[in-house]
T-cell receptor, first 114, second 112 residues
Framework: IAGITQAPTSQILAAGRRMTLRCTQD?????MYWYRQDLGLGLRLIHY???????GKGEVPDGYSVSRANTDDFPLTLASAVPSQTSVYFC?????????????FGQGTRLTVV | QKEVEQNSGPLSVPEGAIASLNCTYS??????FFWYRQYSGKSPELIMS????GDKEDGRFTAQLNKASQYVSLLIRDSQPSDSATYLC????????????FGTGTRLTVIP
């Protein structure tokens, strides 16, 4: 089934450790996004990529980095995890960017930093 | 960044009633508006998009857009218990990267 796959689905991580959340899509979408979702704060954009080879910062980029070496993959790296990065992380993709682009989401990664 | 505001709820309606969900946005230049549904523990899924002033109907769902008032709403007719979820309003900014910004969501409970 075509779509977006995230891995792992959940992870408990010690503070200070490095972690990469993986995201792969097979819809040949140009744009990809990483959001975090926290209770009461909704979905907040961390980083985005409008096309392979380019990335940009969203609302809450500090402590995170991304790369977009090809169309399908958009990994999110936490260089040195802190407890405030405990959240549910969603990867999304769209045909866009564009004014009428519709985003599709992966199943999410629940990350707990202890 | 642009602001998207929703009443967090919870909103409770009886089965068969009309549920009305509201959203306001701050970027007057925004042209694209979306409603996503998110079940507890699941990822958001797109249920409606609207780009022009007025109403757009899709089955039991109607999206309404008023750009002058910077207001977008979602009506769910004949509400069912399976409609119980959090509904997220999302807006695409029109400058820079055309990114999608979300409200915090309204939690809807349909009571059998």
């Amino acid at each position: 089934i075509a779509g977006i796959t995230q891995a792992p689905t959940s992870q408990i991580l010690a503070a200070g450790r490095r972690m990469t959340l993986r995201c792969t899509q097979d819809m040949r979408h140009n744009a990809m996004y990483w959001y975090r979702q926290d209770l009461g704060l909704g979905l907040r954009l961390i980083h985005y990529s409008n096309t392979a080879g380019t990335t940009g910062k969203g609302e809450v980029p500090d402590g995170y980095s991304v790369s977009r070496a090809n169309t399908d993959d958009f990994p999110l790296t936490l260089a040195s995890a802190v407890p405030s990065q405990t959240s549910v992380y969603f990867c999304a993709s769209s045909e866009g960017p564009g004014w009428n682009t519709e985003a599709f989401f992966g199943q999410g990664t629940r990350l707990t930093v202890v | 960044q642009k602001e998207v505001e929703q009443n967090s709820g919870p909103l409770s309606v009886p089965e068969g009633a009309i549920a009305s969900l509201n959203c306001t946005y701050s970027d007057r230049g925004s042209q694209s508006f979306f409603w996503y549904r998110q079940y507890s523990g699941k990822s958001p899924e797109l249920i409606m998009s609207i780009y022009s002033n007025g109403d757009k109907e899709d089955g039991r769902f109607t999206a309404q857009l008023n750009k002058a008032s910077q207001y977008v709403s979602l009506l769910i007719r004949d509400s069912q218990p399976s409609d119980s979820a959090t509904y997220l309003c999302a807006v695409i900014e029109q400058t820079g990267a055309n990114n999608l910004f979300f409200g915090t969501g309204t939690r809807l409970t349909v009571i059998p």
